[in-house]
């Protein structure tokens, strides 16, 4: 995989409730790493962490009621939990950049696209207005923005909700950043429209040479775009792997369901597979492995021990040797009748 772009270790986020509950555990020690200009797929159900591990990273967790419990998260040889306010503001954008869902939510409607673009290169790369406006243009070609002068002086409700995030993708490479989050960028768009975005992505990994965490519970989505994959449940990544090992030979018993559940051409005329059950309150974790109410192998060890994210040998975890396709299971690559 090479060194790694990003590198988190240990992740622990949890959120006061502020009515005497217990807190929520929205992070239990997420271990995962991303390598210099790979694709690494981020997937899981509502709930599993996804958007918490991805805010995070950018430093956008509202504190209170959030708080870091515990981890690292290693960029650019730099722990970015160790920072101040204004080094992160000095990273994020510049250095790691967002898409984010929802585009128009993001989008200030009071201002004019090219406006909004602009000023991003204003404030990273110290451009005055003149050069800020020619390389608008140049962002807005090069993501795809047909007429780029027109779409640079329309408001956002001027614009389709596909030109909206090739706007918002245009905002978040425009100062060139080393990794590129995406989180659910293509969930509010038709299938045509996801198929020209993900190419978007990958022509402008390459022609940026950056890192991407693409986001989604769309597993179809990811392996067509994704190097590596790694899979979320109650707050952990419970399985990570390249993409055609992990999806041919899942270890995980979530992950293979998760699989399961895709409608397939081959599967045609069969009943899908349903995971029973739903993704734990973060407040009422289970004891043991968090998985095992939903799991068809749990044992009474999965109800009172928790597994450690591992490879095929000895040692892993936090801290501890990285391989290439980890699960956290004690019967990791174990298959069942379905």
């Known amino acids: 995989m090479g060194d790694a772009l990003l590198d988190i270790r240990g992740l622990t986020v949890s959120f006061d409730s502020r009515n005497g509950s217990p807190p929520a555990r929205a992070l239990r020690g ?68 967002m898409v984010f869902q929802e585009p128009a939510r993001y989008l200030n409607p009071a201002f004019r696209v090219g406006e909004q673009i602009g000023e991003m290169l204003r404030l990273h790369e110290g451009m005055d ?10 962002l807005a070609d090069l993501v795809g923005l047909g007429g780029a002068r027109r779409v640079l002086g329309a408001y956002p409700h001027e614009l389709s909700g596909g030109m909206k995030q090739r706007a918002m993708i245009a905002m978040a490479i425009s100062c060139k950043p ?20 993900l190419k978007l992505l990958l022509r402008l990994r390459s022609a940026l040479r950056m890192g991407i965490l693409f986001i989604s519970h769309d597993l179809r989505l990811v392996r067509a775009i994704a190097d590596r994959v790694s899979v979320m449940y109650a707050g952990r990544v419970v399985e990570s792997g390249p993409r055609e090992e992990l999806y041919d030979s899942p270890r995980h018993p979530y992950t293979r369901l998760l699989l399961q559940s895709i409608p397939s051409a081959q599967r045609r005329g069969t009943r899908l597979r349903v995971i029973t059950g739903r993704v734990p309150d973060a ?29 095929s040998g000895a040692g892993s975890g936090t801290g501890g040797p990285r391989f290439d396709h980890t699960a956290a299971c004690h019967f990791a690559g174990t298959t069942w009748q379905d």
């Open 283 to 311: 407040r009422a974790v289970p004891e043991g492995c968090a998985f095992h109410p939903r799991c068809p192998l749990a044992a009474e060890r999965c109800r009172q021990e928790d597994p450690v994210l591992a490879g």
């Open 178 to 197: 080393a990794l590129l989050i995406a989180d659910e960028p293509t969930t509010a768009l038709d299938v045509t429209l996801q198929a020209q975005i």
């Open 30 to 97: 997420v271990d995962l790493r991303i390598a210099g200009s790979e694709v690494h797929g981020l997937v899981g159900e509502s709930g599993s962490g996804k958007t918490v591990t991805s805010t995070c990273v950018m430093g956008l967790l509202p504190t209170p009621p959030a708080q870091v419990d515990a981890g690292s998260i290693i960029f650019g040889g730099r722990d970015l939990l160790t920072l101040g306010p204004e080094e992160r503001r000095k990273v994020r954008g510049r250095q790691i950049a």
């Open 129 to 138: 207005r003149s050069q800020a406006s020619t390389r608008a243009a140049e």
